[in-house]
């Protein structure tokens, strides 16, 4: 769960959520809009999008290459896990709970 504010923007929501899995535990299908932007750390990271809905369907993070993340959302399954940790914690709206049991970072 990461509340920076780049993605914020890249989310239109409060926060962003992503699972990350190991790249060759990933197959990814069809095409894909690649876009890269910079992060609240001033790391390129790019984005890879639906062509067709705009959705954000995977990500790779910089010096994880052998990771792939995928925005939690794009599952659509209700009963997915909770997130383990929770980043950039100083840009938080004050009104989003985040779970106590879980990693907690500034």
Known sequence: MCHCLACQRRTGSAF???ARYLRDRVR???DS????RI???????????????????FYHLPGEE???AIPVGA???????APTRSVYE???HAWVAVP???EHYD
Do not use: K, L
């Open 28 to 30: 990814i299908e069809g």
């Open 75 to 81: 599952f659509a399954e209700p009963g997915f896990p």
């Open 100 to 102: 106590a049991a879980i």
């Open 90 to 92: 100083v840009r938080r």
């Open 33 to 36: 809009t690649a876009y890269t």
């Open 16 to 18: 962003g959520v992503q």
């Open 39 to 57: 992060s609240d750390e001033g790391d390129a990271r790019t984005f890879h999008f639906c062509p067709h809905c705009g959705a954000t369907v």
């Open 66 to 68: 052998d990771v792939v």
